[in-house]
C-alpha cells in the first residue's frame, strides 16, 4: 500500500511539474512571436530604406557627420 501511495505522490509532482513546464513554454512562445513579427518589421524598414537611398548611405571611407 506504501508503493502505490508513493507512486500516487510522485505523479502527483510530475503532473504539477509538466503543468509548470506546460505554462513556461506558452509564455516563451508568446515572446517567440513578438520577436518574430518586431524582427519583421525592421526587415522591411530595412528593405525600404535601402530602396530608398536610405539616410544618406555613406561611402566605406566617409566619416559620419558629427566628426
Same mark, same amino acid.
Given at each position: !500500500? +506504501?508503493?502505490?501511495? @508513493? $507512486?500516487?505522490?510522485?505523479?502527483?509532482? $510530475?503532473?504539477?511539474?509538466?503543468?509548470? +513546464?506546460?505554462?513556461?513554454?506558452?509564455?516563451?512562445?508568446?515572446?517567440?512571436?513578438?520577436?518574430?513579427?518586431? $524582427?519583421?518589421? !525592421? @526587415?522591411?524598414?530595412? @528593405?525600404? $530604406?535601402?530602396?530608398? %537611398? %536610405?539616410? %544618406?548611405? !555613406?561611402?566605406?571611407? @566617409?566619416?559620419?557627420?558629427?566628426?
Amino acid at each position: !500500500m +506504501q508503493e502505490i501511495d @508513493e $507512486l500516487k505522490a510522485a505523479i502527483t509532482q $510530475l503532473e504539477k511539474h509538466i503543468e509548470s +513546464q506546460d505554462v513556461e513554454v506558452y509564455w516563451q512562445q508568446r515572446t517567440i512571436d513578438i520577436l518574430r513579427k518586431q $524582427l519583421n518589421k !525592421m @526587415e522591411e524598414r530595412i @528593405e525600404s $530604406l535601402e530602396q530608398s %537611398g %536610405g539616410a %544618406g548611405q !555613406m561611402q566605406p571611407d @566617409e566619416k559620419p557627420p558629427h566628426y
